[in-house]
């Protein structure tokens, strides 16, 4: 009998004891999976805000503010420069003396860096409708709260202004009044005006983008405004070379980021020389910042006056 409960008791002892490895093994791999996640919410604790730009009561007293656009430091910073504690690494902010002792928590079109935002403890971080979803989404599961913005026309820049002034409870007034100077003293023109930000394919704004709506803004004749296409972006045309001999514009901005040789790519190909606008030398090169993204206060600045001197 003695020998018999000895076996089974072995036995038993054998089961439970692979039951007890069995468990372990999957628990190492759970954590070995969600590593990533553990060490971000193990900083969640030191966040004070819990509330996101969705919420029925979105913040309105952010301190600590990371701002993941060029245009979004750049209005925080002038609504209240103690605020803002990063940035993202835009080359406009890399260029601006005032951004130069704040940490970057991404470069270029790569994503931002998690665990060094939420390692920074902010009360509030901007990002880009569609751009920045996926990295807004995983902050506000963390608990910090998140403001996206698109900034696509004029009026979408008064109402990201106002919205960031609200967040941070700043007065936006002295900027606003900036935009509306911007505005003024705008030159009488009825000339045909082609802007082309692409070469390949050649694509032009219409009134859907930010583009458009500032040709609009600053009455400027823009000959694909009301054109619709099938660029894959709704603010934009896909254009023919074809086309551009139709139209025929007796002014042509093209966009030509850091002169990067996009402007003499067009001057290349046999149907340019055939455009009223080239023989007329009314061909003007443009930055991508300001014309297509607003960028900066600055570039939209420096962009309105660009544009007005030109057609004066």
């Given at each position: 009998?003695?020998?018999?409960?000895?076996?089974?008791?072995?036995?038993?002892?054998?089961?439970?004891?692979?039951?007890?490895?069995l468990f372990s093994c999957n628990s190492i791999n759970s954590q070995q999976v969600e590593s990533s996640e553990i060490n971000l919410k193990s900083q969640e604790s030191h966040t004070q805000i819990k509330?996101?730009?969705?919420?029925?009561?979105?913040?309105?007293?952010?301190?600590?503010?990371?701002?993941?656009?060029?245009?979004?430091?750049?209005?925080?910073?002038?609504?209240?420069?103690?605020?803002?504690?990063?940035?993202?690494?835009?080359?406009?902010?890399?260029?601006?003396?005032?951004?130069?002792?704040?940490?970057?928590?991404?470069?270029?079109?790569?994503?931002?860096?998690?665990?060094?935002?939420?390692?920074?403890?902010?009360?509030?971080?901007?990002?880009?409708?569609?751009?920045?979803?996926?990295?807004?989404?995983?902050?506000?599961?963390?608990?910090?709260?998140?403001?996206?913005?698109?900034?696509?026309?004029?009026?979408?820049?008064?109402?990201?202004?106002?919205?960031?002034?609200?967040?941070?409870?700043?007065?936006?007034?002295?900027?606003?009044?900036?935009?509306?100077?911007?505005?003024?003293?705008?030159?009488?023109?009825?000339?045909?005006?082609?802007?082309?930000?692409?070469?390949q394919p050649i694509l032009s704004p219409n009134k859907y983008s930010w583009t458009g709506d500032l040709l609009n803004k600053l009455e400027i004749k823009n000959i694909t405004k009301d054109l619709q296409?099938?660029?894959?972006?709704?603010?934009?045309?896909?254009?023919?070379?074809?086309?551009?001999?139709?139209?025929?514009?007796?002014?042509?901005?093209?966009?030509?980021?850091?002169?990067?040789?996009?402007?003499?790519?067009?001057?290349?190909?046999?149907?340019?020389?055939?455009?009223?606008?080239?023989?007329?030398?009314?061909?003007?090169?443009?930055?991508?910042?300001?014309?297509?993204?607003?960028?900066?206060?600055?570039?939209?600045?420096?962009?309105?006056?660009?544009?007005k001197e030109i057609f004066s």
């Amino acid at each position: 009998m003695i020998s018999i409960l000895k076996k089974l008791l072995s036995k038993y002892t054998i089961i439970l004891l692979s039951c007890i490895f069995l468990f372990s093994c999957n628990s190492i791999n759970s954590q070995q999976v969600e590593s990533s996640e553990i060490n971000l919410k193990s900083q969640e604790s030191h966040t004070q805000i819990k509330e996101s730009s969705n919420s029925k009561n979105p913040i309105e007293n952010a301190n600590r503010v990371v701002a993941l656009t060029s245009l979004s430091a750049d209005i925080i910073h002038r609504l209240d420069s103690e605020k803002l504690i990063a940035i993202s690494g835009s080359r406009l902010l890399r260029k601006d003396e005032r951004f130069q002792n704040l940490p970057q928590v991404s470069e270029g079109r790569t994503p931002p860096n998690l665990e060094k935002i939420v390692a920074l403890k902010p009360d509030l971080v901007i990002g880009a409708t569609g751009f920045h979803d996926r990295t807004l989404s995983k902050l506000k599961e963390l608990g910090i709260a998140t403001q996206s913005i698109e900034t696509d026309s004029w009026d979408s820049l008064i109402e990201t202004t106002k919205s960031l002034a609200k967040s941070i409870n700043a007065n936006p007034n002295n900027l606003l009044k900036k935009y509306n100077t911007l505005l003024e003293n705008i030159p009488k023109s009825n000339i045909s005006t082609l802007v082309l930000v692409s070469s390949q394919p050649i694509l032009s704004p219409n009134k859907y983008s930010w583009t458009g709506d500032l040709l609009n803004k600053l009455e400027i004749k823009n000959i694909t405004k009301d054109l619709q296409g099938e660029s894959g972006n709704r603010g934009y045309i896909t254009l023919s070379e074809e086309k551009i001999l139709q139209q025929n514009p007796e002014a042509i901005l093209v966009v030509d980021p850091a002169k990067k040789g996009v402007l003499q790519e067009f001057k290349s190909k046999s149907f340019w020389k055939n455009l009223k606008a080239t023989k007329s030398e009314k061909v003007y090169s443009f930055d991508y910042y300001g014309l297509v993204n607003p960028g900066s206060i600055d570039k939209i600045e420096e962009t309105c006056k660009k544009i007005k001197e030109i057609f004066s």
